[in-house]
Each structure stands twice: as C-alpha cells, then as structure tokens.
C-alpha cells in the first residue's frame, strides 16, 4: 500500500464531538492579512488549493477545475489493465457512488477518476471500463491526458505517486488512495481505496462537509 505524505492542520479529532468535529486540511498553507474597510488588516489562513487542471474524459471531452471547483468531489489513479488494488479502488468508488445517490448527493459530489496509462487508456477504453463499473459518467469522469500532466497532477495536485515501474504489477506505480476535496479546492480527506471500512469512513466524512458547507445533510442533485 502507498502512503502519501502530507502537513496536515487541525485540531485533533478527539478534542471535539462526532457532531461538531472539524475536518483536517492538508498541505501546505500561509496566514494572508485582508484589508478591511476601516483600513485595518485581519489575518486568514490560505490552505492549499488544488491548482487548475484539464483532461480528456470517457466521452472525449474537456474536464477541468471549472467543473469541479463548487462541488465537493473524491479522487483517485488507477489503469484499466491495473491486475492488482485497480479493480478493487473502482469496486468501492462505485459502491460510494450508491451510497450518495441513496443520500441524493451524487452530482453536488462528484467523483473523479485519473488514468495513470495515458497510452493505453483511450477515451473509448476510459469508456468501456466505466461501463464495466456501472459508472453513472453524468458526475463521475474517468481522464486521460498526457503522461507529464497526470502525474504531475497526482504529486503536486493531490500529493501522491504515480509514476512507470518496471517492478510493479501491470507496469505502473501509484497511490492507493481516494482524497476528499472541498467546495474550494482543498484537501480535506485521505483514504485507503481499497478498505472498505475507510471508505465508509469517507462518505461519512462526505455527509459532514456538505453539513458544514452546504447546511444540509442531504440535497436532491438528480
């Protein structure tokens, strides 16, 4: 299993209730000071932001930051012919997708899907292998794009691995995990992808940010 490696800033969980309790970020982030209109400044923390992105999806169109950015959304790499974790990470990012429809928050939260073999994983491939996960594509898009955009996507957008090895199964080596990004780009989860425990974990940690965000527990998004 791959860790990735993060600064991580909250208060420790157990401090606060389940109820009240504050999701971590992760990355880097700066105290900025803002002008207010009596002329003086009034600090804010600036927490990491995943940088602005675009790909190809399953049906051969362009998906950016745009079309994430005000959703809350999970991610993850994978490859189509992955013999390993792949099949399983997908296996639980569809039963997550039923858990949000359930919850009618699917499409306020979106899934995202990074190819990490570009040369293989052709829209058409992207396709038949979402299919194949009785992925609903309307708010979950597996990309493609070229080598250097994804993985670098994957170490400086999400700080995690993914990269070719000759020593890995299916040839390439990447991060096992699925991260929770908020309305705003920023990270606010990992979790393991293929435990089903943490998954749950996840969607649990789903229904308490679209609380804290949206004041809402749930919302119809069909």
């Known amino acids: 299993m791959l860790q990735i490696s993060l600064a991580l800033f909250a208060c420790d ?15 880097d982030h700066d105290i900025g000071l803002d002008l207010q209109p009596d002329g003086s400044r009034l600090a804010d923390t600036l927490y990491f932001t995943v940088p602005a992105f675009s790909f190809i999806n399953q049906d051969s169109i362009e998906i950016s930051h745009k079309d994430y950015r005000g959703h809350i959304y999970v ?18 990012m569809s039963r997550l997708q039923d858990k949000l429809k359930n919850e009618s928050l699917f499409g306020e939260v ?40 994804l993985y670098d996507q994957a170490r400086y957008g999400y700080f995690m691995t993914a990269l070719v090895s000759d020593t890995a199964a299916g040839g390439f080596f990447h991060s096992d995990m699925f991260v929770l990004v908020d309305t ?9 992808g293929t435990s089903t425990k943490e998954v749950d974990q996840l969607f649990e940690d789903i229904i308490l940010l679209n609380t804290q965000e949206n004041g809402t527990s749930s919302a119809s998004a069909e």
């Not at 969980?13 to 990355?27: C, D, K, Q, V």
């Not at 293989?120 to 309307?138: E, F, H, I, Q, S």
Request: proline letters at 7%; one cysteine or more; a negative charge.
């Open 184 to 192: 705003q780009g920023h990270l606010r989860g990992v979790y393991d």
């Open 13 to 27: 969980p157990s401090e606060e209730s389940a109820n009240n309790r504050e999701l971590p970020y992760y990355g």
């Open 75 to 92: 991610t993850d790499f994978f490859f189509t012919t992955c013999p390993s974790i792949c099949p399983v990470m997908s296996s639980q």
């Open 110 to 149: 979106k899934l995202l899907s990074h190819t990490v073999n570009p040369e293989n994983d052709t829209p058409a491939v992207l396709k038949a292998y979402a299919d194949k996960m009785g992925a609903d594509t309307r708010y979950w898009n597996f990309v493609t794009g070229t080598q250097d955009d």
